[in-house]
């Protein structure tokens, strides 16, 4: 495959490898971004691309800056994580384009597991349009309380998933429900599933339904 270019994204990101697995994006049915976690690797989460089976999907990952894509909470105010989450946000933007210029947007899945849920949901919002869907790990949108939710735009039924443990010690429940709410306000489908005492990670029904939506992409 070849290498894509992220250095036009300015920032601590911009021009960091991007990672892939799967099928070459020129010839891929559908396209899957993977958006890492704190202290994880592109290599790292490339590797749950295994567990979904797919033949004609292409796997892409980014990677972060000293493997953090910013450095404070996703849970204080946004200038506290600048530059580095427009950054983060102008990698993820560009890789989403590439891949919606290869295989159509509507094919295009972003996936990400804490840190890389909590961009993703954040660039999901602020870029709302109608994608092949959206995988949350453990994540929700930044800001603190009370952060004004006015995004444009229109999901148009992209189908979302959002799991992530009622005792989280990274992710308030209540950041999940917000996330839910304001996704299913722009027009997604939204899956949100809640796990009893589960801490931080990601299980077996999670991946299941992560399958099941790249899956359903994987047509020719």
Known sequence: MTDIDTSDAGGPHAGQPVRHAGADL?????????????????????????EFGTDGVAYLAPSAARNTWYPHSFMQETTANQPHLDSALAVLGRLVDVAGDAVGRENVLVLGFSQGACLGSE?????????????????????????????????????????C???????PLERVKETTEVFTELGAEVDERIYEGMGHGVNEDELAAAKAMVTSLDVE
């Open 165 to 171: 443990s009622d005792v989280d010690p990274h992710i």
């Open 26 to 50: 020129a010839d891929a049915t559908a396209a899957v971004v993977m958006v890492h976690g704190r202290g994880a690797t592109a290599h790292s989460i490339l590797g749950m691309a295994g």
């Open 123 to 163: 660039w999901l919002a602020r870029n709302a349009d109608r994608y092949g869907g959206f995988v949350g790990f453990s994540g929700g949108l930044h800001g603190p309380e009370g952060t004004p939710r006015d995004y444009d735009g229109d999901l148009d039924g992209t189908p979302v998933f959002l799991g």
